[in-house]
């Protein structure tokens, strides 16, 4: 089982409509939860960070995290074709300490104008 | 500007010959790592360092070699590079190894070792 697990997709889902990104992990000890989105061709950037059990807004971007499912998800409302890119889930602080982040292999989405 | 610098972007080699792939930070950050990207594998850790002079393994080390000399550069060598090491690398860092510290990525280093 990968540390870290995510549907590798293409995602494909129509503009302005929600996309809903999931992550599960296998370390129960984590205590931090990541998403980064990654440009083709470019580097991965941090566009949400959740640390407790519920839901983290920031704008169109809402983290939910649910330790005991050891489930994390992204959702991004009212989607864009400028959010058509890879999507990274990472972890940490699991049994490896804050110094080992784990990613997950990275959803594709596609925007549909 | 505050940035992770890596060269070179693109490096084309030979099996055996020595490389290095330098990576700079100039946001006095104390946590630096060293990943490699490949198709369906996602981001693997080599290496990372706490701080100066304080380095160690992440998921696949074998083949690497790093070294902390100074606070903000943290060079990747290969010393015999493979094939197998062709690859999309990336240096990040980040204020520190603490549990809501963010990583800042480097533009990356595309290999490729014939």
């Known amino acids: 089982q990968k540390e870290v697990e995510q549907n590798s997709g293409p995602l494909s889902v129509p503009e302005g409509a929600i996309a809903s990104l999931n992550c599960t992990y296998s370390d129960r000890g984590s205590q931090s939860f990541f998403w980064y989105r990654q440009y083709s061709g470019k580097s991965p950037e941090l566009i949400m960070s959740?640390?407790?059990?519920g839901d983290k807004e920031d704008g169109r971007f809402t983290a939910q995290l649910n330790k005991a499912s050891q489930y994390v998800s992204l959702l991004i409302r009212d989607s864009q074709p400028s959010d058509s890119a890879t999507y990274l889930c990472?972890?940490?602080?699991?049994?490896?300490?804050?110094?080992?982040?784990?990613f997950g292999t990275g959803t594709k989405l596609q925007v549909i104008p | 500007e505050a940035q992770v610098t890596q060269n070179p972007r693109y490096l084309i080699t030979v099996t055996g010959k020595k490389l290095t792939v330098t990576c700079s930070q100039n946001m006095n950050h104390e946590y630096m790592s060293w990943y490699r990207q490949d198709p369906g594998l996602g981001l693997r850790q080599i290496y990372y360092s706490m701080n100066v002079e304080a380095t160690d393994k992440g998921d696949v080390p074998e083949g690497y070699k790093v070294s902390r000399k100074e606070k903000r550069n943290f060079p990747l060598i290969l010393e015999s590079p493979s094939p197998n090491q062709t690859s999309l690398y990336f240096c990040?860092?980040?204020?520190?190894?603490?549990?809501?510290?963010?990583?800042?990525f480097g533009s990356g280093t595309q290999l490729s070792v014939l």
């Open positions: 990472a972890v940490n602080g699991g049994s490896g300490g804050y110094q080992k982040v784990t």
């Open positions: 990040a860092s980040s204020l520190g190894a603490g549990y809501t510290e963010k990583l800042f």
């Open positions: 959740i640390y407790s059990n």
